[in-house]
């Protein structure tokens, strides 16, 4: 999941690569780390998201489909509710730190 954030990851796939049932592999994630397989998939894309707006001069669709989405609106959609705001807005906030 980390080294593959792109991939369409379900918890099925994730307990088959852990050699695990679905249900312990769920269970056992989210007692180690306090929240689901599939939330903190979505909390580990947004952040390498974060990091590539603020390094990188890829687009929003480029970092879009590095990070597992199909279509901009849907990056920009989840995005927006996971960070606050938009992938613009927070490239633009983070353009301007550095430029400091």
Same mark, same amino acid.
């Given at each position: %999941?980390?080294? #593959?954030?792109?991939?369409?990851?379900?918890?099925?796939?994730? =307990? /088959? *690569?852990?050699?695990? !049932? +679905?249900?312990?592999?769920?269970? /056992?994630?989210?007692?180690?780390?306090?929240?689901?397989?599939?939330?903190?998939?979505? &909390?580990? +894309? %947004?952040?390498? *998201? *974060?990091? %590539?707006?603020?390094?990188?001069?890829? !687009?929003?669709? =480029?970092?879009? !489909?590095?990070?597992?989405?199909?279509?901009?609106?849907?990056?920009?959609?989840?995005?927006? &509710?996971? %960070?606050?705001?938009?992938? #613009? =807005?927070? /490239?633009?906030? *983070? +353009?301007? &730190?550095?430029? #400091?």
């Amino acid at each position: %999941m980390h080294e #593959r954030p792109a991939d369409p990851w379900t918890v099925e796939a994730l =307990a /088959r *690569a852990a050699g695990v !049932s +679905r249900s312990a592999f769920a269970a /056992r994630f989210k007692g180690a780390l306090g929240v689901g397989p599939l939330e903190y998939l979505t &909390r580990w +894309r %947004m952040h390498r *998201a *974060a990091d %590539m707006l603020a390094d990188e001069a890829a !687009s929003t669709a =480029a970092v879009a !489909s590095a990070v597992g989405y199909d279509t901009d609106g849907a990056f920009v959609k989840a995005f927006k &509710r996971h %960070m606050g705001e938009t992938p #613009r =807005a927070y /490239r633009r906030k *983070a +353009r301007a &730190r550095e430029s #400091r």
